[in-house]
């Protein structure tokens, strides 16, 4: 029942979104980045249902908020990219809320028993998520703030 926070998935998608700048290889990128991330070390081991809610809902509600914002932030010739890497990079996460809610995961099993294998989980790692949060949060803007190929900039007219 480990996870990388969903946060970190959601601001590594907008970063990719925002490279990308296409929204169909925004979001496979951004899918397959969620399990490079979800086999790196990380935060959880939550060892109840409880303790793993009383993280996962603000981390929900967070994510939402920040998929609000970088929309909001994203020039519109990327906007779509950026929520199309958002949401690819959330989407393997889909088996939580469907599993506790439903009691089924919206995905072949084999697909879960991967996405549970490759956890790499402890307690004491809070600080990667935040350190990692951080990261990802600047470069994404960073490379939001950069002018597109093609696109409006500095000194180029609106495309």
């Known amino acids: 029942m480990g996870e990388v926070l969903l946060t970190n998935h959601v601001l590594s998608g907008a970063l990719i979104g925002a490279l990308a700048r296409r929204p169909l290889p925004a979001f496979a990128a951004a899918a397959a980045s969620h399990f490079v991330l979800d086999a790196m070390p990380h935060w959880g081991d939550w060892r109840s249902e409880r303790r793993f809610l009383r993280v ?8 939402l908020a920040v998929m609000g914002a970088f929309a909001a932030a994203s020039p ?7 929520l199309a890497g958002m949401t690819g990079a959330a989407l393997p996460d889909a088996d939580k809320p469907t599993t506790l809610w439903f009691g089924w995961s919206p995905f072949p099993r084999a697909v879960d028993r991967f996405h549970a294998r490759i956890q790499r989980e402890a307690p004491h790692r809070a600080h990667v998520e935040l350190l990692a949060a951080g ?9 939001l ?4 190929r093609g696109g409006s900039g500095p000194g180029r007219p609106p495309a």
């Open 56 to 63: 996962a809902v603000p981390d929900g509600l967070i994510s």
């Open 76 to 82: 519109p010739e990327r906007r779509l990219a950026v």
């Open 135 to 143: 990261a990802f949060a600047a470069a994404a803007l960073a490379a």
């Open 145 to 148: 703030s950069r002018p597109g």
